[in-house]
């Protein structure tokens, strides 16, 4: 197994550019996590989805993120416009049993940084 | 505001010595905790957890301990060993919700 795969790893942009990462879960898993890691907050959920349904968005900054997930196995996030204060490590996981914490499985990330 | 604190963003370790890494909650609702380690260039890994209804958790070098009263949780790894340099996450949940993660903490154990 593969595990989860993020693309791109890296993604550098100008501030105002639309910005879409993309996450490819373990096949068999029924939950999709997307979190946020920065330096002062740590990992932050911004939403996570169960059998491809968004249960929790409360972590989403703002209306400039937007998240969906098209079929059981594949999900983007979005980001336009994008600013500087967006330029964060951002992680997608996945579980086989919803929240089952110690289940989750972490893709290698994809480092945004926004000029 | 930050519910799971890590105040130390970094500690230095001698090889075969403890490493001793320290997390605070402000919820006394939590009732599960965890710790993740991540590796530069890869997402984090589950490590160890605990349960409120415990006080301590062992698992091989990794012994996590949690002080309710305190609010307070730390991870010990006995000895210490160069391949755990990494940063170590700790997490809670409330009724098996969403995990709150802290800030991190980098572990850099010296030979």
């Known amino acids: 197994d593969a595990g989860v795969i993020q693309s791109p790893r890296h993604e550098v942009t100008e501030m105002g550019q639309e910005v879409t990462l993309r996450c490819k879960l373990i096949s068999g898993h029924n939950s999709l996590f997307w979190y946020r890691q920065t330096m002062m907050r740590g990992l932050e959920l911004l939403i996570y989805f169960n059998n491809n349904v968004p249960i929790d968005d409360s972590g989403m900054p703002e209306d400039r993120f937007s998240a969906k997930m098209p079929n059981a196995s594949f999900s983007t996030l979005k980001i336009q416009p994008s600013e500087p204060r967006d330029s964060a490590v951002y992680f997608c996981a996945s579980s086989p049993e919803g929240l089952a914490n110690e289940k989750l499985f972490f893709g290698s990330g994809t480092q945004l940084s926004v000029l | 505001d930050q519910q799971v604190k890590q105040n130390s963003p970094s500690l230095s370790v001698q090889e075969g010595r403890i490493s001793i890494l320290n997390c605070d909650y402000t919820n006394s609702m939590f009732d599960y905790f965890l710790w993740y380690k991540k590796y530069p260039a890869e997402g984090p890994t589950f490590l160890i957890s605990i349960s409120s209804i415990k006080d301590k958790n062992e698992d091989g070098r990794f012994t996590v301990f949690l002080n309710k009263s305190a609010k307070h949780l730390s991870l010990h790894i006995v000895p210490s060993q160069p391949g755990d340099s990494a940063v170590y996450f700790c997490?809670?949940?409330?009724?098996?919700?969403?995990?709150?993660f802290g800030q991190g903490t980098e572990l850099s154990v010296k030979p």
């Open positions: 997490a809670a949940s409330l009724q098996g919700g969403k995990l709150i």
